[in-house]
């Protein structure tokens, strides 16, 4: 069967096409797995505030990097309820999608730590592959109708830049459907997990849209990340460490705008259409970093240890450390209108404000064992990358 624009992707019986845009009728039952998490809480309050006639349900097993705490004050919590699942238990999906007759899906849910994934990738492959295969069985189930999978609902899934590999610094962004290259077990289970969709499509005809970002910051962030492990680190006059020589490029996009480009996909999006989501700009993480010392020094200028950047510790590079990502959005631009609203500066500055007013979400995070257990692993031990092998204080 061709696989062209406006053929069909799946067996005769399914009514969706591919290429066809899916008005969202009427009130939306919207299932968020990983809502409890950096970019999922961000998104049901996004969501929330955005149309009146949706009803949110967040299932999200609550790992170390999920908190019910991410979900306080919603816009409107009369709308919202949260069950906590694992998204590779069936039997609890299939309830969940049926007891909320749930009709679109935004798949957030994910083991998401590159770090993580290299110290122990057996929960990247059960969450992020099997996982996501549970939804997409529990979907078809739930879906199929008279005349095959209704039309009328929508998988959507979440997926990263990392699965296309590192880039040389003269090679132009990556468009929608270049080859994948993971080159970490966290990008090679997303990247699985993207087959696995759209094979969804493909055979079953599942009304699927996908999309890549870049990476993501913003409030509710685990400290475990570049940017909130510099602004906690740093606020706290600990050391901030730098990876290899700090000249990784990465594109950075405010996750409010990762949030908005999510809901223009699932409002406007072509089915079985993969769109690219980045910020357009392409600093090294050093950059990142001197960005968010000159932040801190502004906002604590009589610190003991400004300036903050006498913090910065070069610690040995990650494993494989991919060099540089870089997406081409042409398509969500041209067809959705989408744009960032955040330039890189304000947005960081914005973070840096919301992280300084948030200490009580903050501590409850340092506090837990697993936590200072993973800091601990990830930093303790770790030379300053001439392999002399000597310690450096851990943040
Ligand atoms: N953070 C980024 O920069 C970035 C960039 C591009 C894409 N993404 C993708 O976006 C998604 C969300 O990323 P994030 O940064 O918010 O991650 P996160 O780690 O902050 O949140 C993940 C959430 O998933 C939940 N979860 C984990 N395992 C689960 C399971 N088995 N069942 C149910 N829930 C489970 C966790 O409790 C947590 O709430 C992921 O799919 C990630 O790959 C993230």
Request: charge should be negative; proline fraction near 6%; aromatic fraction near 8%.
């Amino acid at each position: 069967m061709s696989r062209g624009d406006g053929e069909a992707i799946g067996p005769d019986s399914v009514g969706v096409r591919r290429g066809q845009a899916l008005s969202w009728p009427g009130v939306q039952h919207v299932l968020v797995t990983g809502g409890a998490g950096f970019i999922g809480s961000n998104f049901v309050r996004h969501l929330l505030a955005a149309r009146a006639d949706v009803r949110v349900i967040t299932y999200d097993l609550l790992t170390y990097a999920g908190s019910r705490e991410n979900l306080r004050d919603l816009p409107a919590p009369g709308r919202h309820l949260f069950v906590q699942g694992d998204v590779c238990d069936r039997a609890a999906v299939d309830r969940v999608l049926a007891e909320h007759a749930i009709d679109t899906i935004v798949h957030l849910a994910a083991e998401s730590h590159v770090d993580r994934s290299i110290v122990a990738p057996d929960a990247f492959i059960r969450t992020n592959v099997t996982g996501t295969f549970t939804l997409l069985e529990a979907a078809r189930a739930a879906w199929r109708g008279p005349a095959g999978l209704r039309p009328d609902v929508r998988f959507h899934h979440v997926s990263t830049d990392e699965v296309y590999g590192a880039l040389a610094p003269d090679d132009p962004p990556v468009a929608e459907g270049a080859a994948y290259a993971p080159r970490s077990p966290y990008a090679a289970s997303k990247a699985a997990s993207d087959h696995l969709v759209r094979a969804y499509a493909t055979t079953y005809g599942l009304p699927v849209t996908v999309s890549s970002c870049s990476n993501n910051y913003g409030p509710y962030q685990f400290p475990e990340k570049l940017v909130p492990l510099v602004i906690v680190s740093g606020a706290l006059g600990k050391p901030l460490p730098v990876y290899g020589d700090g000249r990784q490029i990465r594109d950075w996009l405010h996750v409010e705008d990762h949030c908005a480009a999510i809901l223009a996909i699932l409002e406007r999006g072509r089915v079985g259409e993969t769109y690219h989501v980045g910020g357009g700009n392409q600093p090294t993480n050093l950059e990142v970093v001197e960005a968010l010392c000159a932040l801190l020094d502004a906002r604590y200028p009589a610190a003991a240890h400004a300036p903050h950047r006498s913090l910065i510790t070069f610690v040995a590079d990650r494993p494989g450390h991919d060099r540089r990502y870089d997406l081409d959005c042409t398509r969500i631009q041209a067809e959705l209108g989408w744009r960032p609203r955040h330039g890189l500066a304000d947005g960081l500055a914005a973070t840096v404000a919301w992280y300084a007013s948030s200490g009580a979400w903050l501590a409850a995070i340092r506090d837990s064992d697993d936590y200072r257990r993973w800091i601990a692993l990830n930093y303790d031990g770790r030379d300053d990358g001439r392999g002399d092998g000597r310690p450096r204080e851990a943040p």
